[in-house]
């Protein structure tokens, strides 16, 4: 059927046919709008003057629920199974049976072009790759197969056995190699933050296959469950000590999880604690200990225990300061207050 540079309206589907041209790289494609099973055949592009054929296209639709995916570690061998013994096609390379590549689509619209590996027990040896595949024949057992060997990235995609003369329904397979999931972070393993500020963890994902579950831990209880397969982010708002912690991305699919965890130090001021009553009483000629203690991040510079103003003791980069009086007497007593400092406030 010749389409023309102008569609031809006496086609039942003209109006989702479109002659696209590119004057810049001198390019003219024939673009279909919902392609159904109806547009299948063999489509190719000419003129007059260009002899034989310029370019040859097969269209096929397939069911989607046919498609089972196949996943292999790379440098595996791969097999992949046939009903009976038909031809192999496979993702397009250059092959020497001068037969069309093949537009493959399904109802969901994913498309791959593949063409044809094998003829008989042969395989095309103008493939790339052709010293790696092989057609299994055991007929006695009625066994047919493609064998894929040392499996890499270029051998991925959609793999189908066929035969125009034979009724039987082809198998299809996609090939995916695993390579399980990594997971990266920008941050330093130990990331600090002043208290009261924002923080933003954020981590980032490749995986084959696709991710089944990715989630941020804080220890072992989930703070986040993110359905962005590629990067996920955890903020926390108005940082406090109580949030320093492990804080772990963990990714999971069908071959197994990887993880990064990042260390979270909070710096905050002292906070100065004392089990002491707030008065105590001693007889005369005792002994009495007063202690603090001090949580801050990072560690006091310095501790002081006063009386009044009157500086008694001064203590550095310690959390726990202690002032003892031996043999108290009348002028010992009076209101002694614990103060420490860092670089982040006093308390």
Request: aromatic share 10%.
């Amino acid at each position: 059927m010749k389409y023309l540079e102008q569609i031809n309206p006496i086609l039942p589907h003209y109006n989702r046919l479109q002659v696209i041209s590119s004057i810049q790289t001198g390019y003219y494609d024939l673009q279909i709008s919902n392609v159904s099973v109806a547009n299948e055949g063999i489509y190719y592009c000419t003129n007059d003057t260009l002899k034989p054929f310029s370019d040859y296209y097969k269209l096929k639709m397939i069911n989607a629920s046919r498609i089972r995916y196949k996943y292999y570690p790379e440098g595996s061998t791969v097999f992949l199974k046939c009903l009976l013994d038909m031809e192999w096609f496979g993702p397009a390379h250059f092959n020497s049976f001068y037969e069309p590549p093949v537009i493959v689509m399904h109802e969901n619209r994913s498309m791959w072009t593949v063409n044809r590996y094998t003829e008989g027990k042969s395989v095309s040896r103008t493939l790339p790759h052709h010293n790696r595949l092989k057609v299994i024949r055991r007929i006695q057992r009625g066994d047919y197969g493609f064998q894929i060997s040392k499996a890499s990235l270029m051998d991925e995609g959609l793999y189908f056995c066929e035969d125009s003369e034979m009724p039987a329904a082809p198998d299809y397979y996609i090939l995916q190699l695993i390579s399980g999931t990594t997971v990266s972070s920008m941050h330093d393993m130990i990331e600090e933050i002043n208290e009261g500020k924002t923080k933003k963890l954020c981590c980032y994902l490749d995986s084959n296959p696709t991710l089944s579950s990715l989630k941020w831990l804080r220890g072992n209880k989930t703070v986040l469950v993110s359905q962005n397969y590629n990067e996920t982010c955890y903020t926390i708002k108005g940082v406090t000590r109580f949030d320093q912690g492990n804080y772990t991305c963990v990714a999971e699919n069908v071959v197994g999880s990887g993880s990064v965890t990042v260390v979270l130090k909070v710096k905050y001021k002292p906070l100065v604690s004392s089990k002491h009553a707030l008065n105590e009483e001693k007889n005369e000629g005792e002994t009495t200990k007063l202690c603090c203690n001090v949580d801050s991040n990072p560690p006091p510079t310095s501790t002081r225990w006063l009386n009044g103003i009157k500086v008694m003791m001064v203590t550095h980069n310690i959390n726990q300061t202690c002032y003892t009086i031996k043999s108290v007497r009348p002028y010992d007593q009076g209101n002694y207050t614990c103060t420490a400092e860092n670089i982040m406030g006093s308390g």
